[in-house]
Protein backbone atom coordinates (compact mmCIF):
# COMPACT_ATOMS: atom_id res chain seq x y z
CA UNK A 1 0.00 0.00 0.00
CA UNK A 2 1.62 3.63 -1.06
CA UNK A 3 1.35 6.17 1.92
CA UNK A 4 2.27 9.97 2.12
CA UNK A 5 3.52 11.62 4.65
CA UNK A 6 3.97 15.22 5.21
CA UNK A 7 5.94 15.89 8.41
CA UNK A 8 5.01 19.90 8.74
CA UNK A 9 1.55 19.68 10.29
CA UNK A 10 1.80 24.63 10.39
CA UNK A 11 4.53 26.39 8.89
CA UNK A 12 4.60 30.20 8.28
CA UNK A 13 6.77 32.71 5.80
CA UNK A 14 6.93 36.20 5.80
CA UNK A 15 5.28 37.72 2.32
CA UNK A 16 7.76 38.07 -0.42
CA UNK A 17 9.91 35.08 1.13
CA UNK A 18 10.74 31.41 0.14
CA UNK A 19 9.62 28.42 2.07
CA UNK A 20 9.75 24.68 1.37
CA UNK A 21 7.02 22.01 2.15
CA UNK A 22 8.50 18.59 2.61
CA UNK A 23 6.63 15.57 1.60
CA UNK A 24 7.91 11.76 1.49
CA UNK A 25 6.13 9.18 0.12
CA UNK A 26 6.31 5.17 0.11
CA UNK A 27 5.36 2.96 -2.78
CA UNK A 28 6.53 -0.28 -4.46
CA UNK A 29 5.37 1.40 -8.16
CA UNK A 30 7.81 2.83 -10.56
CA UNK A 31 5.32 4.57 -12.58
CA UNK A 32 3.08 7.27 -10.68
CA UNK A 33 2.37 10.72 -10.68
CA UNK A 34 3.10 12.87 -7.56
CA UNK A 35 0.82 16.47 -6.80
CA UNK A 36 0.84 19.10 -4.43
CA UNK A 37 -2.53 20.55 -3.79
CA UNK A 38 -3.72 23.68 -2.33
CA UNK A 39 -7.19 24.12 -0.10
CA UNK A 40 -7.77 27.80 1.03
CA UNK A 41 -10.61 28.42 3.43
CA UNK A 42 -13.05 27.78 0.71
CA UNK A 43 -12.23 24.19 0.67
CA UNK A 44 -11.87 24.00 -2.73
CA UNK A 45 -9.01 21.43 -3.65
CA UNK A 46 -6.39 23.60 -6.24
CA UNK A 47 -4.16 21.69 -8.49
CA UNK A 48 -1.04 23.62 -7.48
CA UNK A 49 1.64 21.60 -9.57
CA UNK A 50 2.48 17.92 -10.61
CA UNK A 51 5.18 15.56 -11.59
CA UNK A 52 5.45 12.43 -13.35
CA UNK A 53 7.83 10.27 -11.63
CA UNK A 54 9.37 9.02 -15.09
CA UNK A 55 10.54 12.70 -16.05
CA UNK A 56 13.73 13.87 -13.54
CA UNK A 57 13.41 17.39 -14.71
CA UNK A 58 11.58 19.27 -11.54
CA UNK A 59 8.24 20.10 -12.64
CA UNK A 60 7.98 24.28 -11.86
CA UNK A 61 4.94 26.73 -12.42
CA UNK A 62 5.65 30.03 -11.94
CA UNK A 63 6.57 30.52 -8.17
CA UNK A 64 6.03 26.58 -7.53
CA UNK A 65 8.83 24.24 -7.86
CA UNK A 66 9.33 21.15 -6.75
CA UNK A 67 12.12 19.00 -5.91
CA UNK A 68 11.36 15.45 -6.96
CA UNK A 69 14.71 12.82 -5.78
CA UNK A 70 12.62 9.36 -6.56
CA UNK A 71 15.34 7.04 -4.96
CA UNK A 72 14.37 8.48 -1.39
CA UNK A 73 10.72 8.68 -2.39
CA UNK A 74 10.67 12.54 -1.38
CA UNK A 75 8.50 15.40 -2.60
CA UNK A 76 8.63 19.16 -1.50
CA UNK A 77 7.07 22.15 -2.70
CA UNK A 78 8.97 25.19 -3.11
CA UNK A 79 7.05 28.10 -3.23
CA UNK A 80 8.69 31.77 -3.93
CA UNK A 81 7.82 35.19 -3.64
CA UNK A 82 4.60 33.95 -0.77
CA UNK A 83 1.94 35.54 -1.20
CA UNK A 84 -0.80 36.83 1.39
CA UNK A 85 -2.80 34.19 -1.20
CA UNK A 86 -0.80 31.17 -0.81
CA UNK A 87 -2.26 31.33 2.52
CA UNK A 88 -4.22 27.37 3.03
CA UNK A 89 -3.58 24.12 3.75
CA UNK A 90 -1.48 22.20 1.75
CA UNK A 91 -1.62 18.34 0.52
CA UNK A 92 0.80 16.12 -1.01
CA UNK A 93 -0.64 13.48 -2.91
CA UNK A 94 -0.03 10.19 -4.96
CA UNK A 95 -1.75 8.63 -7.42
CA UNK A 96 -0.58 5.11 -9.10
CA UNK A 97 -0.35 5.65 -13.17
CA UNK A 98 -3.47 4.52 -14.68
CA UNK A 99 -3.55 2.77 -18.54
CA UNK A 100 -5.47 5.11 -20.81
CA UNK A 101 -9.03 4.40 -19.84
CA UNK A 102 -8.41 2.71 -16.67
CA UNK A 103 -11.05 2.72 -13.91
CA UNK A 104 -8.71 3.82 -10.89
CA UNK A 105 -6.52 6.67 -10.39
CA UNK A 106 -7.90 7.54 -6.95
CA UNK A 107 -5.32 10.02 -4.96
CA UNK A 108 -3.77 8.89 -1.41
CA UNK A 109 -2.97 12.35 0.41
CA UNK A 110 -0.63 12.96 3.00
CA UNK A 111 -1.93 14.79 6.45
CA UNK A 112 -1.53 18.68 5.08
CA UNK A 113 0.88 21.34 5.75
CA UNK A 114 -0.88 24.49 6.95
CA UNK A 115 0.80 27.83 5.85
CA UNK A 116 0.25 30.89 6.72
CA UNK A 117 2.18 33.85 4.83
CA UNK A 118 2.54 36.75 7.29
CA UNK A 119 2.48 40.51 5.64
CA UNK B 1 -10.72 24.10 -17.75
CA UNK B 2 -12.90 20.77 -16.71
CA UNK B 3 -15.40 21.95 -14.24
CA UNK B 4 -16.86 19.77 -11.32
CA UNK B 5 -20.36 21.18 -9.43
CA UNK B 6 -21.46 19.56 -6.55
CA UNK B 7 -24.86 20.14 -4.90
CA UNK B 8 -26.14 20.92 -1.89
CA UNK B 9 -22.85 23.01 -0.84
CA UNK B 10 -24.33 22.71 2.52
CA UNK B 11 -27.05 20.47 4.55
CA UNK B 12 -28.59 20.16 7.36
CA UNK B 13 -30.43 16.87 8.58
CA UNK B 14 -32.36 14.97 11.52
CA UNK B 15 -30.89 12.30 12.54
CA UNK B 16 -32.40 9.06 11.07
CA UNK B 17 -33.12 10.99 7.76
CA UNK B 18 -31.32 10.41 4.80
CA UNK B 19 -29.33 13.06 2.26
CA UNK B 20 -28.31 12.83 -1.70
CA UNK B 21 -25.16 15.04 -2.88
CA UNK B 22 -24.82 15.03 -6.20
CA UNK B 23 -21.77 15.22 -8.25
CA UNK B 24 -21.78 16.62 -11.80
CA UNK B 25 -18.95 17.26 -14.52
CA UNK B 26 -20.25 20.26 -16.10
CA UNK B 27 -18.07 20.12 -19.69
CA UNK B 28 -16.45 16.66 -19.62
CA UNK B 29 -17.57 12.98 -19.51
CA UNK B 30 -16.35 11.67 -16.16
CA UNK B 31 -16.21 7.70 -16.55
CA UNK B 32 -14.86 7.94 -13.25
CA UNK B 33 -15.67 9.43 -10.20
CA UNK B 34 -14.60 9.45 -6.75
CA UNK B 35 -15.79 10.46 -3.17
CA UNK B 36 -13.77 11.58 -0.25
CA UNK B 37 -14.43 12.54 3.32
CA UNK B 38 -12.87 14.98 4.90
CA UNK B 39 -12.89 15.12 8.80
CA UNK B 40 -12.00 18.89 10.02
CA UNK B 41 -8.14 19.95 10.10
CA UNK B 42 -7.96 16.82 8.90
CA UNK B 43 -6.86 14.71 5.31
CA UNK B 44 -9.05 13.44 2.75
CA UNK B 45 -10.18 9.99 2.84
CA UNK B 46 -11.31 8.09 -0.42
CA UNK B 47 -14.47 6.75 0.29
CA UNK B 48 -15.44 4.87 -2.80
CA UNK B 49 -15.08 4.73 -6.82
CA UNK B 50 -17.78 5.22 -8.80
CA UNK B 51 -17.59 4.24 -12.28
CA UNK B 52 -20.32 4.75 -14.88
CA UNK B 53 -22.60 2.20 -15.55
CA UNK B 54 -21.45 -0.18 -12.65
CA UNK B 55 -21.26 -0.95 -9.06
CA UNK B 56 -19.24 1.57 -6.91
CA UNK B 57 -15.57 0.15 -4.88
CA UNK B 58 -15.45 0.68 -1.51
CA UNK B 59 -12.93 1.47 0.74
CA UNK B 60 -12.52 -0.88 3.43
CA UNK B 61 -14.20 0.06 6.57
CA UNK B 62 -16.92 1.75 4.64
CA UNK B 63 -20.15 1.05 4.78
CA UNK B 64 -22.14 0.57 1.50
CA UNK B 65 -25.05 -0.10 2.75
CA UNK B 66 -24.57 3.55 4.51
CA UNK B 67 -23.61 5.15 1.83
CA UNK B 68 -25.44 4.44 -1.25
CA UNK B 69 -23.34 5.84 -4.72
CA UNK B 70 -25.02 5.84 -8.12
CA UNK B 71 -23.10 6.67 -11.04
CA UNK B 72 -25.98 6.48 -13.56
CA UNK B 73 -24.88 8.71 -16.49
CA UNK B 74 -21.25 9.92 -17.25
CA UNK B 75 -22.07 13.42 -15.92
CA UNK B 76 -23.63 12.70 -12.64
CA UNK B 77 -22.63 10.54 -9.59
CA UNK B 78 -24.87 10.55 -6.38
CA UNK B 79 -23.67 10.17 -2.85
CA UNK B 80 -26.85 9.13 -0.65
CA UNK B 81 -25.64 9.05 3.56
CA UNK B 82 -28.85 6.53 4.57
CA UNK B 83 -30.15 6.83 8.08
CA UNK B 84 -27.87 9.69 8.82
CA UNK B 85 -26.14 10.26 12.63
CA UNK B 86 -24.16 12.79 13.86
CA UNK B 87 -20.62 11.30 13.24
CA UNK B 88 -21.68 11.31 9.76
CA UNK B 89 -21.15 15.36 9.85
CA UNK B 90 -18.54 16.03 7.64
CA UNK B 91 -17.12 17.13 4.50
CA UNK B 92 -17.62 15.65 1.54
CA UNK B 93 -15.48 15.99 -1.75
CA UNK B 94 -16.32 14.49 -4.73
CA UNK B 95 -13.59 14.91 -7.98
CA UNK B 96 -13.85 13.21 -11.69
CA UNK B 97 -11.20 12.11 -14.01
CA UNK B 98 -12.25 11.35 -17.89
CA UNK B 99 -9.99 8.69 -18.60
CA UNK B 100 -10.43 8.86 -22.91
CA UNK B 101 -8.29 12.18 -22.71
CA UNK B 102 -4.44 12.41 -22.89
CA UNK B 103 -3.12 13.24 -19.30
CA UNK B 104 -5.32 10.73 -17.94
CA UNK B 105 -4.09 11.36 -14.83
CA UNK B 106 -5.93 15.02 -14.28
CA UNK B 107 -8.16 14.93 -11.83
CA UNK B 108 -11.14 17.98 -10.98
CA UNK B 109 -12.50 18.53 -7.86
CA UNK B 110 -15.63 19.51 -6.95
CA UNK B 111 -16.16 21.89 -4.57
CA UNK B 112 -17.43 20.10 -1.30
CA UNK B 113 -20.73 19.94 -0.01
CA UNK B 114 -20.81 20.39 3.99
CA UNK B 115 -22.97 17.76 6.06
CA UNK B 116 -24.78 18.64 8.91
CA UNK B 117 -26.55 15.58 11.24
CA UNK B 118 -28.15 17.02 14.00
Known amino acids: AQTVTQSQPEMSVQEAETVTLSCTYDTSENNYYLFWYKQPPSRQMILVIRQEAYKQQNATENRFSVNFQKAAKSFSLKISDSQLGDTAMYFCAFMKHVNYGGSQGNLIFGKGTKLSVKP | GAVVSQHPSWVICKSGTSVKIECRSLDFQATTMFWYRQFPKQSLMLMAT?????????EQGVEKDKFLINHASLTLSTLTVTSAHPEDSSFYICSARDPQTSGSYEQYFGPGTRLTVT
Open chain 2, 50 to 58: SNEGSKATY
